[in-house]
């Protein structure tokens, strides 16, 4: 078993409306490679054992990881109430989702303009709800280069929360299979259980499968999608053990290592 690691973060104030939680090395060092991580707001993804397990394998290595809180988890708000408030919002016709990766992109700019990362080395990487984030966000910035997903969400659909907004333009729009053109010629690493009742192992395998069509449309010969499916674990079989987050977090070191 891995014993918790206390991981501590700062927050660094890009303007008047974003923060940005960091762990890693100092920011004095220069740039290094950079992971910005989602999974509850930022700074539980960062910290709160064992939704940062991602960040505690990487804690040791010249990586600082960032990140930002995720819609629904502001203030303190319970985070199994997250996605209700997401559908509140689409209700009303926002997009928040949109909304969130246009700040996060701002973020990442800021980070590249005061050299705390390296453009070349910049990965994108979340759980569940994160992973459906950190897809956008990749769509929106080319910086990106790396993107991880544990368990994602790749279809607002597919979640009880949003049964009664199907139909719903915004939520047409999110689908993954929308921004798969934009992300496809990035090097992508899919992990989900292989009965995900939560979000759909089957959703997951068919956006891995789009991802590579349109690489291969693109003229890209040997698309750098890969997608590995262990046995469940956890309600609805959407849990992440703990061998995945290692091997996740090994991957982006190799990424790093590579250019």
């Known amino acids: 078993m891995l014993e918790p690691k206390p991981i501590a973060c700062s927050l660094i104030k890009v303007n008047n409306e974003i923060g940005l939680y960091h762990t ?61 408030l997401w559908a509140e919002d689409i209700s009303k016709g926002t997009n928040i989702v949109q909304d969130f990766c246009e700040m996060a992109s ?32 990749a769509a929106i910035n080319e910086n990106i280069k790396f993107l991880l997903m544990f368990a994602p969400l790749t279809n607002l659909k597919l979640a009880k929360e949003f049964k009664d907004l199907r139909d719903h333009p915004i939520i047409e729009s999110l689908s993954l299979s929308r921004i798969s053109e934009k992300i496809c010629d990035k090097h992508i ?32 010969r040997s698309p750098q999608v890969e997608m590995i499916i262990s046995p469940s674990i956890g309600h609805m079989g959407h849990g992440t053990p703990l061998n995945i987050f290692e091997s996740g977090a090994n991957w982006l070191l190799e990424c790093f290592l590579k250019i």
Do not use: W
């Open 24 to 84: 890693g090395p100092s920011l004095d060092k220069g740039p290094m490679p950079a992971v910005f991580y989602f999974a509850l707001s930022g700074e539980d993804s960062l910290c709160l054992d064992p939704f940062n397990q991602p960040v505690q394998f990487l804690s040791g290595h010249d990586v600082r990881v960032f990140s930002l809180t995720l819609p629904g988890h502001e203030a303190n708000l319970p985070p199994q109430n997250a996605i209700n």
């Open 189 to 220: 690493r899919i992990y989900i259980g292989n009965h995900d009742q939560r979000v759909s192992t089957r959703s997951a395998f068919d956006f891995a499968e789009d991802l590579s069509q349109k690489a291969f449309q693109k003229k890209i």
């Open 106 to 137: 701002i973020a990442i700019e800021f980070a590249i303009k005061e050299n705390f990362v390296l453009p070349e080395k910049i990965a994108s990487a979340g759980l569940s709800r994160g992973g459906f984030i950190t897809a956008h966000l």
